[in-house]
């Protein structure tokens, strides 16, 4: 068995895999975002109707509400679940080159946003985009990949400084996370 024969062997299983575990799936692909369901077992392109330039970061919210960053139009973008169009949801965020998005257990959305070397949020509910104050000398240099934890702390890799960053819930300082 060739190489190329063994990928694609590892990638059908994993997609199966992928599919049973998980009741829906997204992810970004180039120029779209997709979904699939266990059902289908088909990638759906369901960015037709979003305008979409250079789609980056995807999360999911508790209620089904999918998020999309687009980087190249610095546009935060929303589907309610069972929707079928997107909304623009950037209302002034002054965002520049969005990269990681993350929803956190109260619905509220955090986007980390590159080239402003900052995170944002919008709380559930909310029309405003909050930055996120860094209130020591751990700035950010690119940040890109964003999570937020079942207690509410916020993880941050920016591979400008091969770092990660947290900031607890509630709290008012970020640090290193450490091994």
Do not use: H
């Amino acid at each position: 068995m060739n190489n190329v024969t063994t990928k694609k062997r590892v990638a059908a299983m994993l997609m199966s895999f992928i599919l049973l575990v998980l009741p829906v799936m997204q992810i970004v692909l180039a120029g779209g975002v997709a979904y699939a369901t266990p059902e289908t077992k088909v990638w759906t392109d369901i960015t037709k109707s979003g305008g979409f330039w250079n789609p980056y970061g995807v999360a999911l919210g508790g209620d089904g509400t999918l998020y999309v960053t687009d980087r190249d139009s610095n546009k935060i973008k929303k589907m309610p679940s069972g929707g079928n169009a997107w909304q623009d949801i950037t209302n002034a965020g002054g965002f520049d080159n969005p990269n990681g998005i993350a929803v956190g257990s109260d619905g509220t959305v955090y986007v980390s946003d590159g080239r402003n070397k900052k995170i944002k949020k919008l709380s559930s509910g909310g029309s405003a985009w909050q930055d996120i104050p860094n209130e020591q000398l751990y700035e950010f240099n690119i940040p890109t990949g964003i999570a937020v934890g079942s207690d509410g702390t916020l993880y941050v890799a920016d591979p400008g400084y091969n770092q990660i960053k947290k900031r607890s819930s509630g709290g008012s300082a970020w640090e290193y996370v450490t091994c």
